[in-house]
T-cell receptor, first 110, second 114 residues
Framework: QQQVKQSPQSLIVQKGGISIINCAYENTAFDYFPWYQQFPGKGPALLIAIRPDVSEKKEGRFTISFNKSAKQFSLHIMDSQPGDSATYFCAAGGFQKLVFGTGTRLLVSP | DAGVIQSPRHEVTEMGQEVTLRCKPISGHDYLFWYRQTMMRGLELLIYFNNNVPIDDSGMPEDRFSAKMPNASFSTLKIQPSEPRDSAVYFC????????????FGPGTRLLVL
């Protein structure tokens, strides 16, 4: 019940395209859903987050879509750029801690 | 603020040796987390502290691993004895109130056990 399943494991998108990463959770007690971005040799850093009282949150080119009934949420990166090439982790927040997905390695080709 | 500070950044050691990883959290943050990252298992939570007290160590792999937080500005993760399968990147993260909110990660320590 504590797992967060993330897909795909890796993704290649052309510059200007849309990148979509999906996550699913089981524990309905989760009430905070962040996405972290990690560049090689660096620690993960918060990118965007959503709470279950809204179905979508947008910050610039990054959008989280949240489906509470399906217990799924996704990250959309519009107009993907080579600088977006990184590993992305979804997470779900329960009591005092986050449970992370396994990560998606995104490569945006020029 | 300098962010979360970890040392060393890289560590190479031989099997059986003791390894100590260090972390200085962001000042004022009440929560401190230790994670391990590998290709196979992704990002795993090992242990976390709240106000210097260990709250959940269920992710610690085995008795060879131990963590301490003697004060609000310092924590250690110790592996004794180390084994090749401990090779990974170890991250420390800190968070203000309610550890499930934004966590600020350090740059990590890349550990290689030969």
């Amino acid at each position: 019940q504590q797992q967060v399943k993330q897909s795909p494991q890796s993704l290649i998108v052309q510059k200007g395209g849309i990148s979509i990463i999906n996550c699913a959770y089981e524990n309905t007690a989760f009430d905070y859903f962040p996405w972290y971005q990690q560049f090689p040799g660096k620690g993960p850093a918060l990118l965007i987050a959503i709470r279950p009282d809204v179905s979508e949150k947008k910050e610039g080119r990054f959008t989280i879509s949240f489906n509470k009934s399906a217990k799924q949420f996704s990250l959309h990166i519009m107009d993907s750029q080579p600088g977006d090439s990184a590993t992305y982790f979804c997470a779900a927040g329960g009591f005092q801690k986050l449970v992370f997905g396994t990560g998606t390695r995104l490569l945006v080709s020029p | 603020d300098a962010g979360v500070i970890q040392s060393p950044r890289h560590e190479v050691t031989e099997m059986g040796q003791e390894v100590t990883l260090r972390c200085k959290p962001i000042s004022g943050h009440d929560y401190l987390f230790w994670y391990r990252q590998t290709m196979m298992r992704g990002l795993e939570l090992l242990i976390y502290f709240n106000n210097n007290v260990p709250i959940d160590d269920s992710g610690m792999p085995e008795d060879r691993f131990s963590a301490k937080m003697p004060n609000a500005s310092f924590s250690t993760l110790k592996i004794q004895p180390s084994e090749p399968r401990d090779s990974a990147v170890y991250f420390c993260a800190s968070s203000p109130d309610r550890g499930r909110e934004t966590q600020y990660f350090g740059p990590g320590t890349r550990l290689l056990v030969l």
